[in-house]
C-alpha cells in the first residue's frame, strides 16, 4: 500500500507536506481498524509514521470522513458530513471547525441486523441499481 501511495504522491510533483484520508478508524496516524481493507492486517500500523519517514515530510493521517469533511464544512456550530459512496457510509462530526473523535457510524446498525454500510453505503446502492449481481 505504501508503495501504491508513494507512486500516486509522485505524479503529483513537489510537495512540502501531506495530508491522507484512511477508510478506516484511525488515531493520531496510527490505524485502528479497516473493514473494508482488513483490519487484521492494518490493525495497530503507524500508518503516518510510515509515510513521513519514507519522504521526510510532516503527514497526518485521519479516518477519509474526516478529511474530506474539513472541505465542506463552515467552521460554525456542529455539522456532520456523510458520504455513502465512497468505500462505506463515511461520516464525520465537527464542532467550531474542530473535529470530535471519529464514531465509525457505518458499522452500526440501523434497521433489522443491517449495519449503515450495508443499508445506505456502497454495498446497498450496487444492489439497488442492479450492478451486484
Same mark, same amino acid.
Given at each position: 500500500?505504501? !508503495?501504491?501511495?508513494?507512486?500516486?504522491?509522485?505524479?503529483?510533483? !513537489? &510537495?512540502?507536506?501531506?495530508?491522507?484520508? &484512511?477508510?478506516?478508524?484511525?488515531?493520531?496516524?496510527?490505524?485502528?481498524?479497516?473493514?473494508?481493507?482488513?483490519?487484521?492486517?492494518? !490493525?495497530? &500500523?503507524?500508518?503516518?509514521?510510515?509515510?513521513?519517514?519514507?519522504?521526510?515530510?510532516?503527514?497526518?493521517?485521519?479516518?477519509?470522513?474526516?478529511?474530506?469533511?474539513? +472541505?465542506?464544512?463552515?467552521?460554525?456550530?456542529?455539522?456532520?458530513?456523510?458520504?455513502?459512496?465512497?468505500?462505506?457510509? +463515511?461520516?464525520?462530526? &465537527?464542532?467550531?471547525?474542530?473535529?470530535?473523535?471519529?464514531?465509525?457510524?457505518?458499522?452500526?446498525?440501523?434497521? +433489522?441486523?443491517?449495519?449503515?454500510?450495508?443499508?445506505?453505503?456502497?454495498?446497498?446502492?450496487?444492489?439497488?441499481?442492479?450492478?451486484?449481481?
Amino acid at each position: 500500500m505504501i !508503495a501504491a501511495i508513494d507512486s500516486t504522491a509522485g505524479r503529483l510533483g !513537489a &510537495f512540502d507536506r501531506v495530508s491522507v484520508g &484512511f477508510p478506516g478508524a484511525v488515531r493520531r496516524g496510527r490505524v485502528l481498524t479497516a473493514p473494508h481493507l482488513g483490519t487484521e492486517l492494518w !490493525a495497530g &500500523f503507524d500508518l503516518q509514521a510510515a509515510l513521513a519517514k519514507r519522504w521526510k515530510k510532516p503527514v497526518r493521517v485521519m479516518n477519509d470522513a474526516d478529511v474530506q469533511g474539513f +472541505g465542506a464544512i463552515r467552521g460554525k456550530g456542529v455539522e456532520m458530513v456523510a458520504d455513502a459512496r465512497s468505500t462505506g457510509f +463515511g461520516t464525520a462530526i &465537527f464542532n467550531d471547525g474542530r473535529i470530535m473523535p471519529h464514531l465509525e457510524w457505518a458499522h452500526h446498525p440501523v434497521r +433489522g441486523n443491517k449495519t449503515y454500510d450495508e443499508y445506505v453505503g456502497n454495498a446497498a446502492a450496487d444492489i439497488e441499481d442492479g450492478s451486484n449481481n
